[in-house]
């Protein structure tokens, strides 16, 4: 599959891939590209089902994993530092455990090597199932602008900040002249159990300790995905891995934190 990307600092010679995460796009990691593109030659891309990506049946870290090494390839790229956030964080760390020699450096924000079914009850699985739910009926509803789009996901989702950045995916069609969404909605609630599930502890267990490749965690304070028995066993897994937490900042802590976020990625890159 042939991603969508956006370039920043061509003239530089070492090379960033920046991979976002669910419902994201490479548009949400411009300020972060522009900024790390001052000194590196960065890469943004977009998701297969993701931005200006194209759309398919399948998703899962595999083909993702796979997506990400064809362009590497497209790109004639020999070795980058990868930064992967949620989604985007598992496939970068698969796409590390496959490809270790074309890791410079890891950095993974936010997400742990975890099957968070493993939550039961307080899996992210059931917040992340009623936010496609929301999505789609968006896409069946005949809204007349996006601010009755803003109003109906703040009534079905009671959180301003999450519908702000949901919103950046609702687009007017300009053949059908109906809102829809960016992302393939119908495709990832059909294989959210492996976006939530993927990438765990068993996935890299015959290939531990990695320490091919510096790595670093960071972890928004608020945020629920790392938890402190996840920072036991990314040290099993990563046993140099370093991890930083981002104070007041939740799961979107590069927009929620970006100065203090930017540090963290300028100093360890």
């Known amino acids: 599959m042939k991603l969508f990307y956006r370039e920043e ?5 070492k090379t960033i891939v920046i991979v976002h995460g669910l419902y ?9 590209g522009k900024k790390l593109g001052k000194k590196h030659h960065v890469y943004l891309i977009d998701q297969r089902n993701h931005g200006r990506s194209p759309n398919a049946d399948a998703h899962n870290y595999q083909d993702m994993t796979n997506d990400l090494a064809n362009f590497f390839d497209e790109h004639q790229i020999d070795k980058a530092t ?4 949620s989604m985007g964080g598992k496939t970068a760390m698969f796409f590390a455990s496959e490809y270790p020699e074309k890791i410079d450096k890891l950095i993974v924000a936010d997400i742990a090597p975890k099957d ?8 992210q699985y059931y917040q992340h199932q009623y936010i ?8 069946k509803h005949q809204f007349e602008t996006r601010e009755e789009i803003r109003d109906f996901l703040e009534l079905q989702l009671d959180n301003k900040g999450l519908v702000l950045f949901l919103l950046k995916n609702v687009y007017r069609n300009k053949e059908t002249k109906k809102f829809d969404c960016r992302i393939n909605v119908d495709v990832l609630y059909d294989h959210l159990d492996e976006v939530i599930s993927g990438v765990n502890y068993r996935w890299l267990e015959d290939r531990m300790p990695i320490l091919n490749y510096p790595v670093l965690f960071i972890k928004g304070e608020q945020s629920p995905y790392i938890s402190k028995e996840d920072e036991e066993k990314i040290k099993e897994i990563y046993p140099e891995a370093q991890l930083t937490t981002i104070p007041n900042a939740g799961h979107w802590l590069h927009a929620e934190q970006p ?10 890159i």
């Open 9 to 13: 600092g061509k003239e530089n010679p």
């Open 24 to 32: 994201g796009s490479s548009d949400n990691w411009l300020t972060v």
């Open 82 to 85: 990868v930064i992967g956030h």
């Open 116 to 123: 968070y079914f493993e939550l039961q009850d307080k899996s």
């Open 132 to 139: 496609l739910e929301s999505l789609k009926e968006v896409r």
């Open 259 to 268: 100065q203090l976020f930017m540090e963290a990625l300028e100093q360890f």
